[in-house]
């Protein structure tokens, strides 16, 4: 499948936020508030395919407070774009990028019950420790991913 990545834009959010929770198959919207593109566009990613339509994205950013980290905030594919390895292009170029911008390391966050994100993050060559109980607040364990750049 033929897809095209590009530096994501401020504007994408509303076109992200129309099919996140679609693409999820649940309410996940709350998630990625309008912020992220405002502030982290440029080390965020779109990928679209020859017509121009949205099949993926990765909202990514460079620590401000802790030097050399990058961090992986949401990345989403379209269903109909899973099992083409854009969501590892997607990883593969914000390493790129963020190697560039001098970080050498690059972390990620998921849910325990997410055991496709858990693979697809070991597959990509990320220790996993978790789960961390109260990570994101009491009653929000998570999933901690870490990664050598």
């Known amino acids: 499948m033929d897809m095209e990545l590009g530096p994501a834009r401020a504007a994408d959010y509303d076109e992200i936020i129309a099919i996140v929770n679609d693409w999820w198959g649940r309410a996940i919207s709350d998630s990625l508030p309008r912020l992220f593109l405002d502030h982290f566009n440029r ?24 030097p050399g980290r990058a961090y992986i905030h949401f990345v989403g594919v379209a269903p109909s774009a899973r099992g083409y390895g854009l969501g590892r292009r997607l990883y593969e170029e914000f390493f790129a990028l963020a190697r560039a911008a001098g970080s050498s390391r690059v972390g990620a966050i998921t849910s325990p019950v997410n055991a496709g994100s858990i693979a697809f993050h070991k597959s990509m060559g990320f220790a996993v420790t978790g789960p961390v109980v109260g990570y994101d607040g009491p009653g929000k364990d998570m999933m901690v991913f870490d990664r050598s750049l």
């Open 43 to 66: 080390t965020s990613l779109v990928a679209r395919d020859h017509v121009g339509a949205l099949t993926g994205f990765l909202i990514g950013m460079l620590s401000p407070s802790q």
